[in-house]
T-cell receptor, first 115, second 114 residues
Framework: AQSVTQPDIHITVSEGASLELRCNYS??????LFWYVQSPGQGLQLLLK??????LVQGIKGFEAEFKRSQSSFNLRKPSVHWSDAAEYFC?????????????FGTGTRLTIIP | DTEVTQTPKHLVMGMTNKKSLKCEQH?????MYWYKQKAKKPPELMFV???????INESVPSRFSPECPNSSLLNLHLHALQPEDSALYLC?????????????FGPGTRLTVT
């Protein structure tokens, strides 16, 4: 069965420090991978996506992610975090269901930024 | 216009009430989604509409009844809900329902069932 694992439930980093959020997926076919961010009580905003091609993808707000097929990973990175990056981050894989795409989300990683 | 709007923002209802949630987009998207999100959990898919037809129902209880009156509008009718149905209800849309496209999410409706 398809699944997405985010091993870190909660991460705390200092403002200005680098960040890496981990995501591993289990899916037999070519995955469509996404990272979404959610601020408290808000909807989800797409940070970046990977469909094919260059395995290093750039997103909004200075985020990037690298697809590694051999490790079934799609980790999110940012070289220097800002206090406004504090939020919940969800990795997701898009799966075909009779021609329709369903998103399967990981359990999320809550990011706290300390001054 | 590149946003998905949802109304109301908050809703409190009793277990015998009937209420509706509304979702609207004017991006010309032909796939629309309802998700339920409990606190500290990821969103769970409830329904998918493709070209105004229901294409996926994730075995959602019949007390939730979706409706897609036109390509821009998606409703979720609520009746005889239970307290455990309290959650954030998110709507999303995509240009089409096929694989490989991103979903655009609305801000959600915070539902409390008393």
């Amino acid at each position: 069965a398809q699944s997405v694992t985010q091993p870190d439930i909660h991460i705390t980093v200092s403002e200005g420090a680098s960040l890496e959020l981990r995501c591993n997926y289990s899916y037999g076919a070519t995955p469509y991978l996404f990272w979404y961010v959610q601020s408290p009580g808000q909807g989800l905003q797409l940070l970046l996506k990977y469909f094919s091609g260059d395995t290093l993808v750039q997103g909004i707000k200075g985020f990037e992610a690298e697809f590694k097929r051999s490790q079934s990973s799609f980790n999110l990175r940012k070289p220097s975090v800002h206090w406004s990056d504090a939020a919940e981050y969800f990795c997701a894989v898009g799966i075909s269901n009779f021609g329709n795409e369903k998103l399967t989300f990981g359990t999320g990683t809550r990011l706290t930024i300390i001054p | 216009d590149t946003e998905v709007t949802q109304t109301p923002k908050h809703l409190v209802m009793g277990m015998t009430n009937k209420k509706s949630l509304k979702c609207e987009q004017h991006m010309g998207h032909r796939a629309m989604y309802w998700y339920k999100q409990k606190a500290k959990k990821p969103p769970e898919l409830m329904f998918v509409y493709s070209y105004e037809k229901l294409s996926i129902n994730e075995s959602v209880p019949s007390r939730f009844s979706p409706e897609c009156p036109n390509s821009s509008l998606l409703n979720l009718h609520l009746h005889a809900l239970q307290p455990e149905d309290s959650a954030l209800y998110l709507c999303a849309s995509r240009p089409s329902s096929g694989v490989g496209g991103e979903q655009y999410f609305g801000p959600g409706t915070r539902l409390t069932v008393t």
